[in-house]
């Protein structure tokens, strides 16, 4: 990934990062091991996923098939360390496959995303070796699915307002309550539940629990009609006095809020991930597109009004890249990268809906039409700005970071 830096644009960039780009080693090159992942995931979203996408999305069909699949490629449990079963790669190589697969696939790339960044990443982080041998392990292998139980019908970017219970009762908890939006709800074996153990203590007072399917009382209810992501296995979940035993909990008593909030700020680099493969798209195929169709007796691109919105939507996708690299490098490098992510996440989403919103255009009516993709680009985009943090949340943390 070569650039011709001029001066200018090297000080601004030393300016928005806060970085000096030879002391940080920060060259815009990729390692082999780096590349060889982002080629591995576009041969399988190219090959695989994409002849099966508009099919699957139609019917709101979860890709079991295509999920056994990318488990064996190893996309599930990307992160992990080896010894529980992952692949141990860096958050960049982890961004670079996101972006691939999400060109092309939303709905399966945010069950790469869940399944790494919110449910493995929070397990090996937090959880204790006990947990991590019972639960990671087949997670990171592929063997089973993770979903991560945050959002309430009446707490959804307000997480302190946890309205689901779980009671200590000695040797086990009980919970009760609602989840909903759970993606991943359910194909998920292994659930991690964020629930309120003393309403009193307010967010020190909030838990994260390994809830496993099949136990007593825990429903999965009916599959959500979304917009888009229509591939992805978005349910309602439902607990009602669900026996958990006191050993599934992670972390100390009146951890879980911390637990959510840490690792929802590294969900977001892949969301931001996520919302930049969806642009990406939209732009190859707006601009393919443009250099075919012809009117007025020439290529569309050559018109000035098409050709300026190839050029914006490049150059915020360009940024946006660069956004989501810079938040994975700084997680790579033990770093803080709460701003970072935030930051990408937000300006991403925005950049696919436009990009998106632009590559219909772009289309004309071809645009509308299911088989040329960028309608079902632009359905999937929207949720880049709700989940895992609304654009507003995200501007809220980023407002009070620089505001002090």
Request: charged share 25%; aromatic share 8%; hydrophobic share 40%.
């Given at each position: 990934?070569n650039h011709s830096?001029?001066p200018?644009?090297?000080?601004s960039?030393?300016?928005?990062t806060g ?5 940080s ?17 576009r ?10 996408i508009i ?22 449990g ?56 019972k639960?990671?392990?087949p997670?990171?292998k592929?063997?089973k ?7 309430e019908?009446e707490?959804?970017?307000?997480a ?13 908890y ?10 991943n709800?359910?194909?998920a074996?292994?659930?991690?539940v ?13 838990n ?24 992805s ?9 669900v ?27 892949g ?30 691109s ?5 050709a ?8 915020e ?24 992510s ?8 925005e ?27 632009m ?18 943390v980023?407002?009070?970071?620089i505001?002090?």
């Amino acid at each position: 990934m070569n650039h011709s830096l001029d001066p200018l644009f090297l000080a601004s960039l030393r300016y928005w990062t806060g970085m000096n780009l030879k002391r940080s080693n920060m060259n815009f090159e990729f390692t082999e091991e780096q590349i060889a992942v982002r080629d591995a995931a576009r041969d399988f979203a190219q090959n695989v996923l994409k002849p099966t996408i508009i099919e699957r999305d139609e019917n709101q069909r979860f890709g079991e098939e295509e999920a056994k699949q990318m488990a064996e490629l190893g996309f599930l449990g990307m992160m992990v360390d080896p010894k529980y079963g992952g692949g141990g790669m860096d958050t960049v190589s982890y961004v670079l496959a996101m972006e691939e697969l999400s060109k092309v696939d939303a709905s399966s790339s945010v069950l790469v995303s869940v399944n790494n960044s919110l449910v493995c990443w929070g397990i090996e982080e937090f959880a204790s070796e006990e947990q991590k041998m019972k639960y990671l392990v087949p997670l990171a292998k592929g063997e089973k699915i993770g979903a991560f139980c945050l959002s309430e019908p009446e707490a959804g970017s307000d997480a302190t307002s946890q309205t689901t219970t779980a009671i200590d009762k000695g040797d086990h908890y009980l919970l009760n309550g609602t989840k909903n939006w759970i993606t991943n709800g359910g194909s998920a074996s292994t659930y991690l539940v964020i629930a309120q153990t003393d309403k009193e203590k307010g967010h020190k007072g909030i838990n994260v629990f390994i809830v496993e399917k099949g136990m007593e009382g825990f429903i999965v209810g009916a599959k959500e009609n979304k917009l888009g992501i229509r591939g992805s296995d978005t349910h309602t979940l439902m607990f009602t006095d669900v026996k958990v035993p006191k050993e599934n909990r992670i972390g100390e008593d009146g951890f879980g809020f911390k637990f959510a909030m840490k690792t929802l700020s590294g969900g977001r680099i892949g969301i931001a991930a996520q919302a930049l493969g969806i642009a990406s798209g939209a732009y190859e195929l707006a601009l393919a597109y443009s250099q075919e169709r012809k009117a007025f007796g020439k290529e569309i691109s050559k018109h000035q009004a098409i050709a300026f919105k190839l050029a914006d939507m490049a150059t915020e996708i360009e940024a946006s890249r660069l956004l989501c690299l810079k938040a994975a490098v700084l997680k790579d490098r033990g770093q803080n990268y709460d701003l970072a992510s935030s930051m990408a996440k937000v300006f991403s989403a925005e950049t696919a809906m436009r990009t998106t919103i632009e590559a219909v255009q772009i289309h004309g009516g071809y645009g509308f039409v299911k088989e040329y993709h960028v309608e079902r680009l632009m359905r999937d985009a929207k949720i880049t700005q709700i989940y895992e943090g609304t654009s507003e949340i995200q501007r809220m943390v980023i407002s009070r970071s620089i505001l002090g």
